[in-house]
């Protein structure tokens, strides 16, 4: 059971707009610590794609962006691509545990 | 370039012991913080262990007490010593750079297996 909650799959097709919602508690988000997502190809490595919230490493395409309110916070992908078909994970801090938390991920299938 | 680089995975027997590295290049491991995190067959991300640039570290609650971080700077490598293995510590293991402002993973390894079984 991940500490933040995240839902197992979502889809859509070619050019649609996807969200994956990412819940955590009074000790993670809501209490303050930044949300940060990754993507995973098959077989490679987790890949930084969102931090601080809502900020764009270089290189990472503005089709993908990050939001925060409360204790929760949300990925959004428009004009889906094939090539985002991958894993996605959130990611923050938890006080109550004193380390780094992760969603348990989100498959995204492109149909 | 940023880059890291992990060896040391392989197969151990549920009881012992392994130590993986994390050649690093294009920056100081020192003055970084670094962290450990795996992730066991076909399941998701769990944060393992940190070491901050002033020394401090900083375990998961599920490898508290076996497994013990630390770096050597004259090598710029980051190492994870874990003994006491169980078969529920499967996984790829994967080095990470972490970012203290924003506590984000910045830079990634591209891991390397653990299999403990009998």
């Known amino acids: 059971q991940s500490v933040l909650t995240q839902p197992p799959s979502v889809s859509g097709a070619p050019g649609q707009r996807v969200t994956i919602s990412c819940t955590g508690s009074?000790?993670?988000?809501?209490?303050?610590?930044?949300v940060h997502w990754y993507q995973q190809l098959p077989g490679t490595a987790p890949k930084l794609l969102i931090y601080?919230?809502?900020n764009r490493p270089s290189g990472v395409p503005d089709r993908f962006s990050g939001s925060k309110s409360g204790t929760s916070a949300s990925l959004a992908i428009t004009g889906l691509q094939a090539e985002d078909e991958a894993d996605y994970y959130c990611?923050?801090?938890?006080?109550?545990?004193?380390?780094?938390?992760f969603g348990g991920g989100t498959k995204l299938t492109v149909l | 370039e940023v880059q890291l680089v992990e060896s040391g995975g392989g197969l151990v027997q549920p009881g012992g012991s392994l130590r993986l590295s994390c050649a690093a290049s294009?920056?100081?491991?020192?003055?970084?913080?670094m962290s450990w995190v795996r992730q066991a067959p076909g399941k998701g991300l769990e944060w393992v262990s940190v070491?901050?640039?002033?020394?401090?570290?900083y375990y998961a609650d599920s490898v508290k007490g076996r497994f013990t971080i630390s770096r050597d700077n004259s090598k710029n490598t980051l190492y994870l010593q874990m003994n006491s293995l169980r078969v529920e510590d499967t996984a790829v293991y994967y080095c990470?750079?972490?970012?203290?402002?924003?506590?984000?993973?910045?830079?990634w390894g591209q891991g390397t297996l653990v299999t403990v079984s009998s």
């Open positions: 990611q923050s801090y938890d006080s109550s545990l004193s380390g780094w938390v």
């Open positions: 601080g919230n809502n």
């Open positions: 990470a750079r972490v970012r203290p402002a924003t506590l984000d993973f910045d830079y």
């Open positions: 294009g920056f100081t491991v020192s003055s970084n913080y």
């Open positions: 009074s000790s993670n988000i809501g209490a303050g610590y930044d």
């Open positions: 070491i901050y640039s002033g020394g401090s570290t």
